[in-house]
């Protein structure tokens, strides 16, 4: 099956885009293991690393509710005085990184689940038969 971009033109599978996808999900898993985060993946925490990112999505929220636009970033020192970016958009990569690190540690195909959902949204109607 042949996907197309919002501007109607054809996706290019031999871009390496999926390829990557793995790619990310080891990497984040490599950076939350090398800060002792790990013992997360025992299969009975799960629901509770759900939570977490649930978790950075109400922080994204709350960026939005405070009055920043979806765009702006700026830092603040954290308790270790590093300059900690802060944002809607960081919020928003905080999300990708946990649900790249819980697919990675549970040896999930990043890639091929990504093709299977783009794939089926693909043939859906529009915004999939609901109002919004």
Request: with cysteine.
């Amino acid at each position: 099956m042949i996907m197309y971009g919002h501007d109607g033109r054809p996706y290019d599978e031999g871009d390496g885009f999926y390829e990557q996808l793995n790619a990310l999900g080891q990497r984040c898993r490599d950076v939350a293991v090398s800060k002792g985060f790990d013992d997360a993946w025992k299969k009975e925490k799960v629901d509770r690393y759900l939570l977490l990112i649930v978790s950075e999505a109400c922080e994204a929220q709350n960026d939005l509710r405070d009055g920043h636009s979806p765009n702006e970033v700026w830092t603040e020192k954290d308790k270790d005085g590093l300059d900690k970016p802060c944002g809607f958009p960081i919020e928003c990569a905080d999300i990708l990184i946990r649900v790249a690190h819980l697919m990675a540690a549970h040896e999930i195909d990043v890639t091929e689940m990504v093709r299977m959902k783009l794939a089926y949204n693909a043939q859906r109607p529009t915004k999939h038969g609901r109002q919004f």
